[in-house]
């Protein structure tokens, strides 16, 4: 079959190697064999393919996430061979080969639920959606437990997670005010477009700017999407008991250097994570959000599509922080 194969860590993207002939993955109880047509990428490839996930072997074919039809449902009573599904996560792209191929075998548990596509969104779209929305959605809902009464930071908010948390903030929780960062001011106008009330330029402290943004209160929730690197400063910008939710690290760093709990969550503000391993996609409101987009009430945040062989210039892409919105490739 077709695949993007990373042959070994530390590549560039130039390293990905595009093939014809990599064995096809067989039908397996408990796993769904899926017919890819697109596969979003995210910034943990990246990551993998710079040698920062470790116990990981290769060569392997990299992707978490993918959109397809099932092919054999390894037993599987929710589905039949022709669904259109969406898979992310469960080891895909790191414990076994992922959605960089024309094939892939994903555990039931990381397969979504069967699902209806309107007329208005196609195979690239689609793609944009599962681990992106998924995680979004997961992290306002499970660990920040997001209500409308809520004032958001989004600290990294133009990637396609932080434009996701934004337009869904906005419209599934209600939120009535909601800040977001980027560290380029040609990018404002797509936190706005996203459903932002206030685009803050990252300078790498910002607080003071969130507290006159919040009449000196500071903000109820906020999603770490950057890192280590602004992690004591997204603290400073909470009300005294609000809620910090660690994502992402975009910033290449996940080590906090001279982090000080006792001072930065004074006098009782509170810290947790959420990562999309905990995603049972499945349990998640995939179908509703796809619905939305189509009608426009969500908006999609798709900025580039290229095709699978082209993934290692995607890689270049993202990696270049050209991108403004979730990047996908298409398989045909």
Not at 194 to 199: K, P, S
Not at 247 to 254: M, P, Y
Not at 256 to 268: I, R, T
Not at 279 to 305: M, R, Y
Request: charged share 20%; with cysteine.
């Amino acid at each position: 079959m077709r695949a993007v194969i990373c042959p070994s860590v530390l590549i560039p993207p130039s390293g990905l190697e595009y093939t014809t002939e990599h064995p096809a993955p067989t039908p397996k109880a408990g796993h769904v064999l899926i017919r890819i047509r697109a596969f979003g990428l995210n910034r943990s490839e990246l990551f993998t393919r710079q040698g920062m996930s470790p116990g990981l072997e290769f060569p392997r074919v990299l992707g978490i996430e993918c959109v397809g039809e099932v092919k054999d449902a390894g037993g599987g009573e929710l589905w039949k061979e022709g669904d259109i599904v969406a898979a992310a996560m469960g080891g895909l792209g790191r414990k076994f080969d992922g959605g960089y191929a024309e094939y892939t075998l994903a555990p039931h548990r990381s397969v979504s639920l069967p699902i209806t596509l309107p007329k208005s969104i196609g195979w690239a779209e689609f793609a944009a959606i599962p681990e992106t929305f998924m995680t979004a959605w997961g992290t306002l809902r499970q660990s920040l437990n997001l209500t409308s009464d809520d004032t958001l930071l989004i600290r990294g908010g133009t990637t396609s997670v932080g434009l996701a948390m934004a337009t869904l903030a906005k419209t599934l929780f209600a939120v009535h005010k909601v800040i977001a960062t980027t560290r380029s001011s040609a990018k404002i106008g797509v936190l706005t477009e996203a459903g932002v009330d206030h685009a803050v330029i990252d300078t790498g402290s910002i607080s003071e700017e969130v507290m006159k943004l919040t009449d000196g209160k500071g903000v109820t929730k906020c999603v770490e999407l950057v890192g280590a690197t602004t992690l004591a400063d997204s603290c400073a910008c909470l009300t005294p008991d609000g809620l910090i939710s660690v994502v992402g690290g975009v910033s290449g760093e996940f080590v906090v250097k001279e982090f000080d709990p006792m001072g930065s969550l004074a006098p009782s503000k509170h810290m947790t994570m959420y990562g999309s391993e905990a995603l049972e996609i499945a349990k998640g409101p995939l179908q509703k959000i796809i619905d939305a987009i189509a009608n426009g009430e969500i908006k999609l945040g798709l900025d580039k599509v290229f095709k699978m062989e082209e993934a290692g210039e995607a890689h270049a892409f993202m990696e270049a922080n050209k991108a403004k919105g979730k990047v996908v490739c298409v398989v045909d």
